[in-house]
């Protein structure tokens, strides 16, 4: 099933103990559409400025990736974040941010980005994400990735949001302020318990410590794959959103999705993270093949598995 993703579409500065790049594509539409095509049909949707050019539309096209949703706005300048992170890679200081085309940005998609049967709403203001969810009327799977900024000035919107989607990915700290409660099981049940009855599943994102899948009724955690030496996490979490949902996209809409099917989805998008890390920006993912991530799957399975006997 073809998968619509609207986002950020970046330049980042990222500055890690393994090296510093001034001007990297980036944003989160960008990792997460690099990594969900390896599954499906991925169209992105995100403005760009004049100085978003040609070797960085070339990025998603070599991956096949429909860029004709991505708007050009003249005279504009493309998103821009700067970050730095500290010697364990575990924590990160955001040093600036450049709203640039964002500024005025209001998604109008085509009729072929309406109609895809996914749809990704990455980490933007949650009354975009409800614009875009409002647009796409024939979407069989949702989801949706927010961030504590959100959760502070726009808690409101952000929760109608969330409520318009079958899946929330959410890092852990901000799954636990969102729903106001310390611990992890307790606060996604509690956001499973605002949706409709039909609501799928909450993933809470764990850094290097992997994700954890809870649903009304499973529980699934998965260890991110074990790296020695990680180079740049920015785009984890979109990468692995983009492993989890191309998977599930790539599953067609007739089946339905089994507690295994979920399952597999972690370990995809969990492997494509993996990767994503071990060197700076979009440079890994870029030129990584379907072979590669298939194997690091059949590793985190023995890795994870165990006999009781
Ligand atoms: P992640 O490391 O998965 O949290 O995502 C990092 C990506 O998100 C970077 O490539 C940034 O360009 C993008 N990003 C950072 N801040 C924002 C923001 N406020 N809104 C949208 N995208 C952002």
Known sequence: ????????????????????????????????????????????????????????????????????????????????????????????????????????????????????????????????????RAQCQETRFAALDSMNLWI??????????????????????ELRQLAGKPSLVGAAREVLSWGPPGRRAVVAKLGEYGAALITADDYFSIPAFPLETVVDPTGAGDSFAGGFVGY??????????????????????TAIASFNVQEFGTERVARLRMDEIDERVVDLQRMTAFSTS
């Not at 539409?29 to 978003?52: K, Q």
């Not at 005025?104 to 998609?109: H, S, V, Y």
């Not at 000035?153 to 969330?162: G, N, Q, T």
Request: aromatic letters at 8%.
């Open 152 to 173: 502070e000035v726009a808690r409101d919107s952000l929760i109608e949001a969330i409520n318009a989607v079958d899946c929330l990915i959410l890092n852990d700290a």
């Open 248 to 269: 599930i996209a790539a599953q067609g809409g007739d089946k339905p999705l089994t507690p295994n099917v979920l399952r597999r989805a972690m370990a995809y998008g």
């Open 1 to 132: 099933m073809p998968v619509t993703v609207v986002g950020s579409i970046a330049f980042d500065a990222v500055k890690t103990p393994f090296g510093e790049h001034e001007r990297m594509l980036g944003g989160a539409a960008v990792h997460f559409a690099l990594a969900a095509s390896f599954f499906d049909v991925v169209r992105i949707v995100g403005p760009v400025g004049d100085d978003f050019g040609e070797s960085e539309l070339e990025v998603l096209r070599r991956r096949e990736i429909d860029v004709s949703g991505i708007e050009h706005v003249p005279g504009g300048r493309t998103f821009f974040w700067r970050g730095e992170y500290g010697w364990d890679l575990n924590t990160r200081a955001t040093l600036e941010t450049q709203l640039g085309v964002f500024e005025q940005f209001e998604p109008k998609l085509s009729a072929a980005a309406r109609s895809s049967d996914v749809v990704f709403l990455a980490n933007i203001q949650p009354d975009l994400q409800l614009a875009v």
